[in-house]
């Protein structure tokens, strides 16, 4: 089966840009998203289709992904930004695929 | 403006069946291109994708949970039911359900439904 795999904690200085990482096999050639979660409520659509924000996310959200990595880059980091953070793609064989999460905390 | 609503029992026993219907609004699943999924988070820990079903009908179930899952959609009344059979306590967590865009992102989710499993 298709596995993402993420890191458990990032951490940046406010104003920083933060960069998490999801991995997978070839994963360049599928496309990934991103989603926010803060504590508590549901999860948010930051990046869609490796590079694309959907409509209401800041510009400071940027996405990149090539080889076995997807990157989501958040620059100017604020203190609202401080979420968990799940890549997922889609797998012809395992379809739906998260990556385990990435706790971001903005020092 | 796409609403999506989680129904449900919020504690089951263990080996009961649980029954889940997200209600929503603002889309059709009798529109081509249109996806509803389910997707589980146990306290503390990551999402866990559930099961798809699209406007044809069409359904996809992780393969780790295949043998539990049922889903099913009722156009008229704008819902998807999903079933997860033999609930365990390790079932404990939030369900969401989520509109996809078909074989790639989540783009509208609902605000989730805690189930406890617990006799």
């Known amino acids: 089966s298709y596995e993402l795999t993420q890191p458990p904690s990032v951490s940046v200085s406010p104003g920083q840009t933060a960069n998490i990482t999801c991995s997978g096999n070839k994963l360049g050639e599928k496309f990934a998203c991103w989603y926010q979660q803060r504590p508590g409520q549901s999860p948010v659509l930051v990046i869609y289709?490796?590079?694309k924000r959907p409509s209401g996310i800041p510009a400071r959200f940027s996405g990149s992904n090539s080889g076995n990595t997807a990157t989501l880059t958040i620059s100017g980091t604020q203190a609202m930004d401080e979420a968990d953070y799940y890549c997922q793609a889609w797998d012809s064989s395992t379809y739906v695929v998260f990556g385990g999460g990435t706790k971001l905390t903005v020092l | 403006q796409i609403t999506l609503k989680e129904s449900g029992p919020t504690l089951v026993k263990p080996t009961q069946t649980l029954t889940l219907t997200c209600t929503f609004s603002?889309?059709?699943?009798?529109?081509?291109?249109?996806?509803m999924g389910w997707i589980r988070q146990p306290p503390g820990k990551a999402l866990e994708w559930l099961a798809l079903i699209y406007w044809d009908d069409d359904n996809h179930f992780s393969p780790s949970l295949k043998s539990r899952l049922t889903i099913t959609k009722d156009t008229s009344k704008n819902q998807v039911v999903l079933t997860m059979t033999n609930m365990d306590p390790v079932d404990t967590g939030t369900y969401y359900c989520a509109h996809q865009v078909v074989r790639d992102f989540f783009d509208y989710w609902g605000q989730g439904i805690l189930v406890t499993v617990s006799s």
């Open positions: 603002g889309l059709s699943l009798d529109t081509t291109g249109v996806a």
């Open positions: 289709q490796d590079t």
